[in-house]
């Protein structure tokens, strides 16, 4: 509870100053929250410059995280501050789930050595600068791992936790095979096997078919994901290395990657080795390794045939890697008693020294999330003099912009990306859309960061300037 406890307010302290950060897809979250909670409906913003709504069903994203933020909206709290809200809730509940049931099965000591690891590895921090889905993904994934181990005779309530997950990120399908794989490999007879793994389905097979059934009457058949085959792979591969190096090497190259890589690979085999045969203490491990694989099996699935832009950066294996501490930890551990005290000293040497690199540049983080802002928390978005004058006279026009997140989070407005076509069709018909809709084109440069430029649009286009700021300009029909 005490480490918990603190988890919470570091969550609480790193969304402070100038955070929280503000991701992309946090404008999404955000907007469904709000219209959820004062309209009773989740909407999302609609980007195509074509739509003559700015809203549409949200479809893109699982409904969880906007339906918990809208839950403490609802009780006075607006979007953000209930993102942050939430964000330090599921901290104290990770890390006091994690450290309670690690403690159970290896040691109060080795319960606190994990979390204190899950407290400062810089992805799980990250995750939680920002309003995000991640967080409360991790919490409910933990509750899940705990409920498989502790709860093993009660599928229902893993298989609920799981389909919990699986609406805060669809990524949580894996944790709903994971429950079901658990029960299948449990002992009994084949019958009380399949009763069981049915069990553990049937809440996320409802949760997830409500949604869908919702989603395709309300946003069409191919709202969520459009289904193919997309190939190149290794690019998502090498991403997930570096990931992987700089978890492994926190601020170090990815050299030193491969070799601590290595040994942690000869640790585990000689701790499998010596802790044979495998022991009831050691479920957690083993149900952690299996949520690992199925999750990471589903994430490279989903990038091979439902999105080519998953990443596999820290946002991504923030729970992958969650999971895998856990694991190693209770593989370790009851080995680590019996080795030699020369080999002891140099395993906890060696687990400090990582502490504290990951601390230090978790710290380096988080003093640039405070300071100076995540994403769209940047200082340099929040205190654009073009959001500025956008807020103050663009009542009455229509929007449209190649970034919409700025006058969304800034300006309190919602606006249309520009097109992507620069064929004479489109460029004719946008033409029409800039003058019926009494319209205004805000065109951001590069000085807050890396955006789609507009220029090659705007020569094509019978506009005139109305004002051009630091950061950007203003145009109109």
Partial sequence: MALGALAFAGAVGIT???????????????????????????RDVQRDWASVDSTMPLAHWPPGYPVVIATVERIGFGAKQGARVIGAISAFVTIAIITWLVGGAAGVGTGIVVGLLVMVTPAVVQVHESVLSEPLFIALLVLTLAAMVRAPNRPFVSGLLAGLASLVRYAGVSLVGGVVLWQLARAGTLRERLLRAITAALPAIVLQGVWVLRTVHSAGPSAIRHISLYGEITSTLREGWRTTSAWLVPGMGELWGIFVAAGVAVLLVVAIWESRPLRMRQAPAMAALLLAACYLGLVLASRLIADPGIPLDDRMMAPLLVLLEVAIVLIVAPAWRRWPIQARVLVAALVTLWWGAALRVSANSVRYAVQTGNDFAEDCWRDSPLVAWVRANGGGHALFTNVPEALYFHAGRLAHELPDERDARTINAFTDTLARRNALIVAFDETCGVVNKADSLLVRLPVREVVTMSTGRALAP
Wanted: glycine share 18%; hydrophobic share 35%.
């Fill in 16 to 42: 402070s100053g100038a955070g929280p950060g503000l991701d992309p897809d946090s404008m999404s979250y955000m907007h469904a929250a709000t219209t959820l909670a004062h309209g009773g409906v989740l």
